[in-house]
């Protein structure tokens, strides 16, 4: 990660400002979902059900099956290339 944000560094001072506000923003977003690898489903809108219009019945979403948040194609992404998978 240190090596990543030298290298933003280094781009800044050469004047390639364009392209290192890129890589920052790609560093950036690496590092969300190292950190925070979920997002809210936006099926469900993160409440994990959906409801009757009168409120009483539901049932589980499912792209999030019941749990409200899915992972960030970033994080799918990481763990892929962590797990060695290329499929």
Do not use: I, Q
Request: charged share 20%; aromatic share 12%.
């Amino acid at each position: 990660m240190v090596e990543l944000v030298a290298a933003v560094a280094a781009l800044v001072a050469t004047g390639g400002s364009l392209w290192a506000a890129g890589a920052a923003a790609v560093v950036a977003y690496v590092a969300t979902c190292w950190w925070w690898p979920f997002a809210f489903c936006a099926c469900c809108r993160g409440k994990g059900k959906h409801f009757r219009k009168d409120g009483r019945a539901f049932r589980d979403c499912g792209w999030c099956a019941g749990r409200g948040r899915r992972f960030r194609v970033g994080a799918v992404v990481l763990a892929r290339a962590r797990n060695g998978r290329s499929d």
